[in-house]
């Protein structure tokens, strides 16, 4: 159980997904980079043909590739569901949308920054879900993000998050 991991894979086509897939390699793609490059990426480096296929999660998916997804921190803001909404969306800093066929759904964008980043990482014994036997730590939110529309994912509202199995509301956690 190697479960080694290619991180970023912006440019991975369909052919090199079904190689990582043979290969049982794991991908950690760098969602956030759709939004705040993915104009210039468009316009100006790679051309809409290549852009349109960027940080391929349904690709990944639909071959059978295990798959995280990241905001690549410090370099992009720290958000997860801003990560998971940029997987979901596809939308640049300028509206465009890039490679619609690529978007995945929230339920598969929240397994991606939870459960998935625990796989990739080994650590799906102890993190990643709520089961028992594994750490009670994890955000609550103040809306179920399966119900929003797709467009507001980042913005649901933190309640706050539990820690060893205790409920710290977000005004807690501040002081």
């Known amino acids: 159980d190697h479960r080694h991991t290619l ?22 793609l760098f969602a956030n980079h759709i939004y705040y490059w993915g ?13 349109m296929r960027m940080d391929a999660c349904a690709t990944a998916k ?19 569901l801003f990560t998971a909404w940029c997987a979901v969306n596809r939308q640049t800093a ?47 939110l103040d809306d179920d993000p399966t119900t929003v529309p797709v467009e507001t994912l980042k913005d649901v509202p933190v309640w706050g998050t539990v820690i060893d199995g205790i409920a710290r509301p977000a005004s807690q956690n501040r002081d």
């Open 94 to 140: 300028s509206g465009r949308i890039l490679g619609p066929n690529e978007r995945i759904d929230v339920e598969d964008a929240l397994r991606a920054i939870t459960l998935g980043a625990a796989f990739t990482l080994r650590l799906d014994h102890l993190v990643g879900s709520i089961e028992p036997g594994k750490y009670a730590d994890f955000a609550v």
């Open 39 to 51: 104009d210039q990426h468009y316009c100006q480096t790679m051309g809409p043909d290549r852009a």
């Open 62 to 80: 639909r071959i059978g590739v295990p798959f995280t997804i990241h905001s690549d921190a410090p370099v992009t803001p720290l958000d997860p």
């Open 7 to 28: 991180t970023h894979c912006q440019m991975a086509d369909e052919s090199q997904f079904r190689r990582m897939a043979q290969l049982g390699i794991c991908s950690n």
